[in-house]
């Protein structure tokens, strides 16, 4: 008790609102990076559902090595790796850096995801459409997604808040983000571990919220 008993309160409620306006970075980054790697991850599910001959063997080895690696060496691999080794890359700011490395490492996690969803979906049913004279475009857009994603939907709610949290390392480039923030305010008084605790709350909090509207779309979803 007595480690909470020496919080500086006050410092923790004026930090607060400067830690939340932080928030609208992390917010756009972890959105723009979920969209790219929804979109990323479907096209990878989908090279791996049809097994597309080396497409999908590229699809593996990506899917691979981006869950096989920590994410802050992939950030730096990015960044001082690929960026510089192009002039015209070395003008784009960190922010650039640190969707594409939250983009390319999400549609990792989420490729595996929508494909094993792809995969839950009753054989049966894609036979009958084939029977139909339905392509392959036409099956999976009226039988195979309406139901994967229903499959998919709570893994999917998961990677974005993984995204959410993912954005902290973008400090480390200079976004400045919740965490540099936090950062910034927290050397200025040496108050590292109440600003930490605030970083903490509001990621708990977005996570709560989040979690509220996972449980209310999964509900309309098994409605409909």
């Given at each position: ?93 960190g922010t650039v850096a640190a969707i594409v490395t939250l ?109 509220f509207l996972q449980k209310k779309l999964e509900y309309k979803m098994s409605?409909?």
């Open positions: 008790m007595s480690m909470f008993e020496n919080l500086d309160i006050e410092f923790m409620i004026e930090t607060m609102p400067l830690l939340l306006k932080a928030t609208q970075m992390t917010l756009f980054l972890a959105i723009v990076s979920l969209v790219i790697a929804f979109v990323l991850g479907l096209i990878i599910a989908a090279i791996r559902y049809f097994n597309i001959k080396v497409l999908s063997q590229i699809a593996k080895f990506y899917v691979s090595f981006f869950r096989g690696t920590p994410l802050i060496v992939q950030l730096f691999l990015i960044y001082f790796g690929v960026f510089t080794m192009y002039p015209m890359l070395t003008q784009l700011p983009s390319l490492n999400s549609a990792a996690y989420m490729s595996e995801t929508i494909r094993a969803a792809f995969e839950s979906v009753d054989r049966g049913q894609i036979e009958a459409a084939l029977s139909l004279c339905m392509t392959k475009l036409q099956y999976m857009r009226r039988i195979v997604l309406p139901q994967s994603m229903r499959v998919a939907l709570p893994s999917l709610f998961n990677s974005l808040i993984d995204l959410i949290k993912g954005t902290s390392i973008a400090f480390t480039i200079g976004v400045s983000e919740m965490m540099a923030m936090g950062i910034y305010e927290g050397s200025r008084q040496f108050n590292y571990f109440e600003i930490y605790f605030d970083i903490a709350i509001i990621y708990y909090i977005m996570s709560i919220i989040l979690g409605k409909y």
